[in-house]
C-alpha cells in the first residue's frame, strides 16, 4: 500500500466533511433561488451559505472584488444566456433581461450604456465602468 498517497486521500476526505458541504446541502442555493415565492420579480442576486449559517441560503455580498463590478456581472450573465441558447436553443428559454436597466441594480449603471458590436456583428449593450 502507498502509504503517502493514502494519508493524503485521508486528509482531503476529512478536511471536506469537516469545512464542506455534501451534495444535498450544496444544492440548497440553486433550490432556493428556483422555488422560494418571495423571490419573484427581484431581479439579480448572490444567494448562498453564509458562515455561520453554512446550511442556509441568504442573500450575500461576493467575495470578491470582480464578483462586486456590475460590469463584469452583466458580462458573465450575457455569456451564460448565450451558452444556454446554444444548449437548449433561444425559443426555448424563458424572457430573460437584454439590458442591464431591465434587472435589479441598474441604477448604478444608468447612464453608463453604450452600444458595442461583437464579432458577430450584433449590437449589444455594454455596460462601461463609471
Same mark, same amino acid.
Given at each position: 500500500m502507498d502509504r503517502k498517497h493514502y494519508l493524503s486521500a485521508w486528509q482531503v476526505s476529512a478536511m471536506g466533511k469537516l469545512l464542506g458541504? !455534501? /451534495?444535498y446541502h450544496g444544492a440548497w442555493s440553486t433550490l432556493f433561488t428556483a422555488t422560494d415565492p418571495s423571490l419573484t420579480g427581484k431581479g439579480f442576486g @448572490? @444567494?448562498?451559505p453564509n458562515w455561520a449559517g453554512a446550511w442556509h441560503a441568504t &442573500? #450575500? /455580498?461576493p467575495g470578491t472584488k470582480a464578483a462586486r463590478n456590475p460590469v463584469s456581472c452583466w458580462r458573465l450573465f450575457e455569456e451564460t444566456v448565450k451558452v444556454l441558447e446554444n444548449i437548449v436553443g433561444s425559443k426555448a428559454m424563458p424572457p430573460v433581461p437584454r439590458h442591464p436597466d &431591465? $434587472? #435589479?441594480g441598474a441604477a448604478s449603471l444608468k447612464g453608463n450604456i453604450r452600444s458595442t458590436t461583437d464579432? $458577430? !456583428?450584433v449590437q449589444r449593450p455594454m455596460a462601461v465602468a463609471a
Open positions: 458541504q !455534501n /451534495q @448572490y @444567494y448562498g &442573500e #450575500r /455580498q &431591465e $434587472s #435589479r464579432k $458577430s !456583428n
